[in-house]
């Protein structure tokens, strides 16, 4: 069947919409992701608006800092106004009360579209005539649809000068200073590429040098938990890293097992899909759907997994240009004289190839790692516990053939984060301390917003 736009506006059913656009939806669809992890049962408003959201951050080909941004407007904006029909929550944003009578599920669709048409530039036309197609017409749908757009907007307008506009280029415009010392970052050469997953411009810009100032969600400021400075490249600790990721993260590495090199594809999550923030709310969707939670509960579960996300990618985009630290592949290709370090296994290789596409961004911290501490954290909390056992395939697997098919399981969130923040070790594309002081970022930034944004009222 042909589904022209006449039609679907004109009032096609959802299920029929879902099956012959490969629309949005996590009751099923070609396009969909929810359908992936979430039972049929579970379908609701929530997940219908994450699932259009995490197709448009794919279809869009959004880099993962803004893909974390653009996610967590709309998710913030849809509790917002389903929470001020419900009362349920405080909130710090100015909302307020809405209409006792208005339908909260309305209100959240509607405040959602709102923000994501902003934060995606797209005006999801079909997903909003699909969606208020679900309820009946009346004054709770009016009331809602109404106090719903009034929400959207306000997130706007508060959103407005946040800092994102001018962080969106890729130029340092005085926001960091550069370091002048061996390990400052230089941009990745113009050998890394995986056909037919992803690949980076040669010798491209630093991606998004401003991330890192944007007004956070949940954090009093994007230097709230900056990491530690890192290694001196003199140090025996250094020495240590550039061996370990010379020796496995390597192309031909002979010491990085199958199942480390399934990690690295796995978990790379790079331009062509959801990115790492989304990959972890569809994680949170799946080990959420079953928990009886109530619809604002979810909402608010939700609002809270996609602030923290977008807090992450700021904390880690701060820490990335606050430092400055320069990517395996061209210390251990080119720079490694330069250090001065007396181990013998500082040495350059220049025919040394990372064994996924290194980014073009500073390393410290890592942005996989911050996403997926952040996330796995804040979702253990509201699940009540890290004891979890889930397992699912690559989201994406268009990306990396090598690992279609095969799934991955795992007994706790955080060894799911674990595994995550790994694979860049084994894809030869981060050190080891961008791991580590990323997971202890992330665990922070997800057990603050937990303990301080939307308290529950009494």
């Not at 799946?286 to 996300?309: E, K």
């Amino acid at each position: 069947m042909k589904l022209s736009r006449r039609s679907f506006l004109g009032g096609a059913s959802l299920t029929a919409a879902l099956a012959s656009s490969g629309c949005v939806g996590a009751g099923g669809g070609a396009a969909s992701y929810l359908a992936q992890v979430v039972d049929a049962r579970h379908d609701n408003t929530v997940f219908f608006w994450l699932d259009a959201a995490l197709q448009q951050v794919r279809d869009q080909r959004v880099p993962p800092p803004r893909a974390a941004y653009s996610l967590a407007m709309p998710l913030a904006a849809g509790f917002l106004a389903a929470n001020g029909v419900a009362g349920a929550y405080g909130e710090a944003f100015g909302v307020g009360e809405g209409p006792a009578d208005a339908d909260p599920e309305v209100a959240y669709g509607v405040a959602f579209r709102v923000a994501a048409a902003e934060t995606f530039q797209q005006p999801f036309l079909f997903e909003r005539n699909a969606f208020l197609n679900r309820f009946p017409d009346g004054p709770a749908k009016s009331r809602g649809a109404e106090w719903g757009r009034r929400v959207g907007m306000h997130v706007v307008r508060m959103r407005t000068n946040d800092g994102s506009e001018a962080s969106e280029v890729n130029y340092y415009l005085g926001r960091y200073p550069r370091r002048h010392d061996a390990l400052r970052w230089t941009p990745t050469g113009p050998f890394y590429g995986a056909s037919p997953g992803p690949a980076f411009g040669s010798f491209s810009r630093g991606l998004y040098p401003g991330q890192g100032r944007i007004t956070p969600w949940t954090m009093t400021s994007g230097a709230q938990f900056r990491a530690d400075p890192f290694h001196d490249p003199r140090s025996p600790a250094f020495a240590e890293e550039f061996d370990l990721i010379r020796r496995l993260g390597a192309a031909d590495s002979d010491v990085r097992s199958d199942d480390e090199s399934d990690i690295a594809l796995f978990w790379e999550d790079g331009p062509w899909g959801i990115t790492p923030p989304g990959h972890f709310l569809l994680i949170a969707a799946q080990v959420l759907q079953d928990r009886d939670l109530s619809f604002v509960d979810l909402a608010r579960a939700f609002a809270l997994l996609g602030m923290t996300q977008c807090d992450a990618s700021i904390n880690a985009w701060d820490n990335k240009y606050a430092y400055d630290i320069i990517r395996p592949e061209t210390a251990i290709r080119s720079r490694a004289p330069k250090f001065a370090n007396a181990d013998p296994r500082v040495a350059a290789d220049p025919r040394w190839r990372s064994y996924i596409p290194t980014p073009e961004f500073p390393a410290y911290t890592s942005g996989h790692s911050t996403f997926g501490a952040a996330a796995t954290a804040l979702t253990a909390l509201i699940y009540g516990s890290d004891e979890v056992a889930f397992s699912h395939a690559s989201p994406d697997q268009v990306l990396w053939p090598q690992i279609a098919g095969k799934t991955r399981s795992w007994t706790r969130l955080s060894e799911a984060a674990e595994e995550n923040g790994m694979s860049r070790l084994y894809g030869g594309v981060h050190w080891r301390a961008d791991h580590d002081a990323a997971m202890a970022a992330g665990r922070a930034i997800a057990r603050q917003a937990f303990e301080t944004t939307f308290p529950a009222k009494v």
